[in-house]
């Protein structure tokens, strides 16, 4: 079990960046694979990015070229840098980091992005 932690959140400009970082409660270095979720009032639950051990990402299309994932091991830290922000960003962002050999996901309790003037 991995306990997660995200922060950066807040209420943002549209255009706005903010970066939001994710802890981890052990070590996710050589095994997990990391990723950013958001859930906007409403919507289902969407992948934003993913990030693998060996730093292989992938993005959802929505956020191709303003978003970009990172992940320092030595310190169990994921991040999303978010730039160019829309109003249609709003969400919850959720990380999560799953375990490919045993299958589980784990869960942060999300932090909230709001974008508006």
């Known amino acids: 079990q991995v306990q997660l932690v995200e922060s950066g959140g807040g209420l943002v400009q549209p255009g706005g960046s903010l970066r939001l970082s994710c802890t981890a409660s052990?070590?996710?270095?050589?095994?997990?694979?990391m990723g950013w979720y958001r859930q906007a009032p409403g919507k289902q639950r969407e992948l934003v990015a993913t990030?693998?051990?060996?730093?292989?990402?992938n993005y959802a299309d929505s956020v191709k070229g303003r978003f970009t994932i990172s992940r320092d091991n030595a310190k169990n830290t994921v991040f999303l840098q978010m730039s160019s922000l829309k109003p249609e960003d709003t969400a919850v962002y959720y990380c999560?980091?799953?375990?490919?050999?045993?299958?589980?996901?784990?869960w942060g309790k999300g932090t909230l992005v709001t974008v508006s003037s």
């Open positions: 999560n980091a799953y375990h490919p050999i045993i299958g589980v996901y784990n």
């Open positions: 052990r070590s996710i270095g050589s095994t997990y694979v």
């Open positions: 990030i693998t051990s060996g730093a292989n990402t």
